[in-house]
């Protein structure tokens, strides 16, 4: 499919897009971005960016680089160049948009300060008002966990939790998960991108793009029986979850393959990578297989022999909740 | 004169805490307790109930091992390295030991500290008696292992 003329044309088709790709795609970007032949129709598009150097000999993180790897990655996602037309094709103009970072691992396993910072100077160049961009995650804590401060003067980039914002009075339900979602999602933000951060689960197995979004409901320990299985598909399908959470940008700079999800340096591991896409099946997916090999690597059991295969991923895929595809003869990888 | 005797030895009993249940111990070392390390955050407590919010999923193998609360502080060695001191109350030793004995890495050794100890480039996790005891630097430096192993024999003597 050729590119879109303008942004007009892209949002007019995304709309449409969104109905003919059903579950896979609630913006149609990947299909309609893509270069003629580049991968099967409607195959989900998922970008896999690494910097071997994004992490020195000494383990710090080489911060000017981030904004590069991040231009890749996005260049790579949409076919555009220039970092302020391609973001033009990723969020709606005049919209508030939310960054759900993930910072409840603490200070040395959450989402990357640089990486937030990178995202919101593309925000603002591709037009978003610095008033409209709300980072946010659950409580004080976990936003300063990132390195972020909080801050709640419109005129500035917007940094709170939903400790701040509250809940919804009414419960949200799909399946097995009746929560209340945080008002953050449901009045502030129009448009929300997921900046999780890649981590191993003693439950769930892997927490990424699908399961982020426990942090952003009242009681996220109701989800976990089960490993999580099926609490990550079913809060995924509520309905405001689903529309509003269009867009991944994965944190693997960082990650631990084992002990997660809170900081164990032990079993701390740089895969330098950004992981992006729309379907958050398939990023999940992907980032499994990525956990997997570092185990591998490390000469520990999978996660099915650890007893802790995400089997929330297969589930999200199920014809009940139609959330993306794991199918990896479905996912178009660009490694790039 | 009765009555007076017999008062007064209530306010004593009172004021030393007779008959009322015994205060947790803190396991904290103050600022300086420690040479070098200071006490950087508020202590932080949680029930067993409560411990998702802290450590989400990961507080379901606390719970089966019979947590009963949680509580954690930061630390700062000489202003720059940064430690988190979690301290776990198990119900009994055995909780302490189950946790200790999961989920290590080949490269872990043994710590001579508490009941039992291990010791990471970054962390220490020791038991002793109930109480379970990781403690966790978001740095390695060339004096972090030694500063770290003296930040958990000041918790250990507090236990």
Known sequence: ?336 | MHWTLMVAALAVLVAGGVGCKKKPANPFPDSNAVAGWQKSSETRTYAAKDLWQYIDGDSEQYIQAGVISTTTSDYKFQGQLEAVVDVYTMGDAAGAKKILETGQSSDAKPLQIGDAGIVYAQSIVFRKGPSLVRIVSYESTPTSAQALQALAHGVEAKL
């Open chain 1, 1 to 336: 499919m050729n590119k879109m003329n303008n942004r007009r044309d892209f949002l007019k088709t995304a709309a449409t897009g969104a109905v003919l790709l059903g579950s896979q795609s609630k913006l149609g970007l990947a299909a309609m971005l893509d270069q003629p032949g580049q991968h099967a129709a409607g195959a989900s598009k998922v970008v896999v960016a690494r910097d071997p150097q994004l992490h020195g000999s000494d383990g710090q993180l080489d911060e000017k680089r981030v904004q590069a790897l991040l231009d890749r990655a996005i260049h790579s996602y949409t076919g555009i160049e220039r970092p302020a037309e391609a973001w033009k094709h990723i969020v709606p103009a005049g919209k508030t948009i939310g960054l759900k970072v993930n910072g409840l691992g603490g200070k040395g396993i959450s989402s990357h300060l640089a990486l937030v910072l990178a995202i919101c100077e593309r925000l603002q160049q591709a037009g978003v008002k610095p008033g409209n961009i709300i980072v946010w995650d659950r409580n004080a804590r976990d936003i300063e966990a990132c390195g972020l401060t909080i801050n709640t003067d419109p005129a500035k980039i917007r940094v709170f939790g939903s400790d701040v914002s509250g809940y919804e009075d009414q419960q949200s339900s799909f399946g097995s998960a009746r929560i209340k979602l945080s008002k953050i999602l449901t009045h502030e933000c129009e448009m929300v991108i997921g900046v999780p951060i890649l981590k191993d689960h003693s439950g769930a197995g892997v927490t990424f793009a699908m399961k982020n979004m426990y942090g952003v409901v009242d009681r996220p320990q109701d989800l976990h029986a089960g490993g999580c299985n099926p609490g990550v598909a079913d809060l995924n399908c509520i309905q405001t979850v689903r529309e509003k959470v269009r867009f991944t940008i994965g944190d693997a700079m960082s990650s631990v393959y084992n002990g997660g999800p809170g900081f164990r340096p032990e079993f701390l591991w740089h895969p330098n990578a950004l992981i992006v896409g729309e379907d958050r099946v398939a990023i999940d997916h992907t980032a499994w297989q990525i956990i997997e090999k570092q185990r591998a690597e490390k000469g520990m059991p999978t996660l099915e022999a650890a007893g802790r295969p995400p089997r929330y991923i297969t589930t999200a895929a199920d014809a009940t909740h139609q959330l993306g595809t794991n199918d990896p003869n479905r996912i178009h990888l660009l490694e790039v």
